[in-house]
């Protein structure tokens, strides 16, 4: 349990590969903040299952991260109960897909006030306390799309290219206090999140399910396989130990391949 008496936020970790990151953090024995949407009920038996397994603490904060107001409360609510933050793990994201010239204004603004703007706010709050501990860990789940483009998806990519840039910066500027800050960039996930997506696309499109999977969902992923929540978690707790802590601000690409085409 080497994560024992440190602290880990994981912003968007009711799903998918937040939900998988709290677990394997707390599997070390670290206390928990967990954030996100769902289910009240479901959120409060992960909440306990996270406790149990840690033996440490674990406490539920539902800000909306697109509003900064929101997440300088979550950051003093965490501060409040654990005095600060030690490992911070910048994951909530949406996406949405239109050609640019097409593209709402207002998911526009969403997509970049979540998944860019919500990391430099939990960022510029948690630093302070890292500093003062001479120990931090950021991470940051961008996405393939850290480094590469695909048609439609204008306000993701350029959030998750702008992430990756405010990662190095952010490593630079603390890179002798003992603070680490990095991206882990996955290529297709297999989450709750995709799953969902299938039967729909089998309907619009009249394929097969393992059509859906290859031809449409993995069509850029050569190994032909998804990335799982659990590889991206191993990974960021990887980037927790002592073996990575000259590992700083890069960007640590698990996408079948993805990228290397
Ligand atoms: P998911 O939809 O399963 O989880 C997203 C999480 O963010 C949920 O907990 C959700 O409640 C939370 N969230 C959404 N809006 C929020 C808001 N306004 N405030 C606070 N929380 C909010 O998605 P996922 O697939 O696990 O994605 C997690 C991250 O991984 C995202 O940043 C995504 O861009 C990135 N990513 C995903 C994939 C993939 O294929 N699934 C690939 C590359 C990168």
């Keep these: 349990m080497f ?19 709290a677990q394997a953090l707390a599997m070390e024995g670290a206390n ?8 009240a009920g479901a959120i409060e038996t992960e909440r306990a299952a996270l406790e149990a397994s840690s033996g440490a603490g674990a406490i539920y904060s539902g800000a909306d991260l697109t509003k900064p107001d929101a997440i300088e409360a979550m950051m003093k609510e965490a501060a409040a109960r654990f005095g600060g933050i030690d490992i911070l793990i910048n994951n909530a994201g949406m996406q949405h897909v ?3 010239d097409e593209f709402p204004v207002a998911k526009w603004d969403m997509i970049i006030a979540l ?7 939990t960022v510029r709050l948690a630093l302070p306390y890292m500093k003062q501990q001479g120990w931090g860990r950021i991470i940051t789940t961008a996405s393939a799309h850290s480094l ?3 048609p439609n998806k ?4 350029a959030a998750k290219h702008g992430i990756l840039g405010m990662t190095k910066t952010v490593a630079l500027e603390v890179a002798q206090q003992g603070i680490t800050a990095n991206c882990i960039s996955p290529g297709y996930v297999w989450t709750p999140l995709v799953e969902n997506q299938i039967p729909d696309t089998m309907k619009a499109r009249g394929l097969t399910r393992e059509q859906v999977m290859n031809d449409v969902l993995l069509a850029a992923q050569p190994t032909k396989q ?10 960021a707790l990887f980037l ?22």
């Design 3 to 21: 994560l024992k008496g440190k602290t880990a936020l994981v912003t968007g970790s009711t799903s998918g590969i937040g939900l998988a990151c």
């Design 240 to 261: 927790c130990g002592d073996a990575a802590a000259q590992i700083t601000g890069t960007n640590m690409v698990i996408d079948g391949g993805w990228t290397a085409a």
């Design 98 to 100: 239109a050609p640019i």
């Design 32 to 39: 928990l903040v967990i954030n996100g949407f769902g289910d």
């Design 148 to 150: 590469v483009a695909s």
């Design 154 to 157: 204008s306000a993701y990519v």
């Design 226 to 235: 998804f990335v799982t929540s659990d590889q991206v978690a191993a990974m």
């Design 115 to 121: 998944n860019l703007t919500a990391a430099f706010h």
